[in-house]
């Protein structure tokens, strides 16, 4: 079996890096996009006897092909076709960071929101309702986190491990047999 893949994206500055390295830790090297100034982060998460592939995109507001940024996370999330994407949003902006979030639902691919800054959001008497939130969404698992304190790293842990295992790469079109 091929390891299992999964990609980071959101919106610029909501805590996807801090996220990559605290999945990833000391393992993650750094490669180039190909004929691109942008970066691409590539690590390995283990955990509980499974090794995943992550990669830290670019932050984007859409996946419209506009900037170089938004280029990189639609082609990576489109054609390398990640097992699950991991959301990162700011639960201090949610509707802002919900747009993309509906844009990657529309790829098929199975989403993990992160929802990043809760302390932030808490200092501003933001709550957020993580359950409800979750089924609004089809009841895709909504993981609050404070990932600069280290909070809710080992719940996207396990939520990451949940996910790969349910869920079968699937190629652009593929028949889904059942
Ligand atoms: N207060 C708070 N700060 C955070 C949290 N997570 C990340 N940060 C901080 O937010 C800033 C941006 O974090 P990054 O991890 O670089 O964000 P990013 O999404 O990778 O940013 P881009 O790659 O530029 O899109 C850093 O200063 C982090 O320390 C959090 O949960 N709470
Ligand atoms: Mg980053």
Redesign the pocket.
Known sequence: MTMPLIA?A????????????ALTGSRQHVGNWPGKTVEKKEGVLRFQNQSITVV?L??TYSLSAYSLEEQIARDFIVHDRPHVVVN?VDATNLERNLYLTAQILETGIPIILAL?????AAARGITVDSAHLSHLLDGLPVIP?????G?GVPALKQAIIQAVTAAPATAPGAEVVV
């Open positions: 980071l959101g919106n610029p500055n909501t805590g996807k890096s801090t996220i990559f390295n830290d670019p932050g990162v990043n800054m809760q302390d932030l986190m404070a990932a600069s304190l909070q």
